[in-house]
T-cell receptor
Framework: SQQGEEDPQALSIQEGENATMNCSYKTSINNLQWYRQNSGRGLVHLILIRSNEREKHSGRLRVTLDTSKKSSSLLITASRAADTASYFCATAFYGNNRLAFGKGNQVVVIP | GAVVSQHPSWVICKSGTSVKIECRSLDFQATTMFWYRQFPKQSLMLMATSNEGSKATYEQGVEKDKFLINHASLTLSTLTVTSAHPEDSSFYIC?????????????????FGDGTRLSIL
């Protein structure tokens, strides 16, 4: 999982399998966001989930948020080789413009 | 929509040179833009928050005189790395939020440029 004291996670899966990655945070948030970064590129926004939401879907992506455990998960279903990337969660706080990024999860999808 | 253009994408220059990086929001207005630095296989480190028409807000440990930020319009912010040295070599990324996005400003995602790879020899 991201943040905390854990090392960045690396996940290698076969095409067609599901990929799940986790993120934890420490303080109350306004929302939590997931981003994807292809090697050497900028970040692409995937999903934003607000603090009063528990689950959100976008295509093959499913994000959950558990504010009692201060954690979130990102599920990619039926993965494709093009999903190979690093995935970052980022938390937004009330009254603050900034995002706090997790350490990232590197996902490799093998064709 | 919500495209952020960052230029240049790659810079190689000699030590002591000053390098300017531009970040433009192409189809939306952004009163606030953000500058990040990223080392290989690491997460993004926020360097500063760029505010249109006012001084940038720098994170602790980031030298204001080293990393000059100018946000002169609602669509352009620039980061100038002054008198760059090899230790300044890194991947620099900017982002911006849409002032008019749905759901309120506080629930807007950040839109990122493609980054600038800076290599100082």
């Amino acid at each position: 999982s991201q943040q905390g004291e854990e090392d960045p996670q690396a996940l290698s899966i076969q095409e067609g399998e599901n990929a799940t990655m986790n993120c934890s945070y420490k303080t109350s948030i306004n929302n939590l966001q997931w981003y994807r970064q292809n090697s050497g590129r900028g970040l692409v926004h995937l999903i934003l989930i607000r603090s009063n939401e528990r689950e959100k879907h976008s295509g093959r992506l499913r994000v959950t948020l558990d504010t009692s455990k201060k954690s979130s998960s990102l599920l990619i279903t039926a993965s494709r080789a093009a999903d190979t990337a690093s995935y970052f969660c980022a938390t937004a706080f009330y009254g603050n413009n900034r995002l706090a990024f997790g350490k990232g999860n590197q996902v490799v999808v093998i064709p | 929509g919500a495209v952020v253009s960052q230029h240049p994408s790659w810079v190689i220059c000699k030590s002591g040179t000053s390098v300017k990086i531009e970040c433009r929001s192409l189809d939306f207005q952004a009163t606030t833009m953000f500058w990040y630095r990223q080392f290989p296989k690491q997460s993004l480190m926020l360097m500063a928050t760029s505010n249109e028409g006012s001084k940038a807000t720098y994170e602790q440990g980031v030298e204001k005189d080293k990393f000059l930020i100018n946000h002169a319009s609602l669509t352009l912010s620039t980061l100038t790395v002054t008198s760059a040295h090899p230790e300044d070599s890194s991947f620099y990324i900017c982002s911006a939020r849409d002032l008019q996005g749905q759901g309120g400003y506080s629930n807007q995602p950040q839109h990122f440029g493609d980054g600038t790879r800076l290599s100082i020899l």
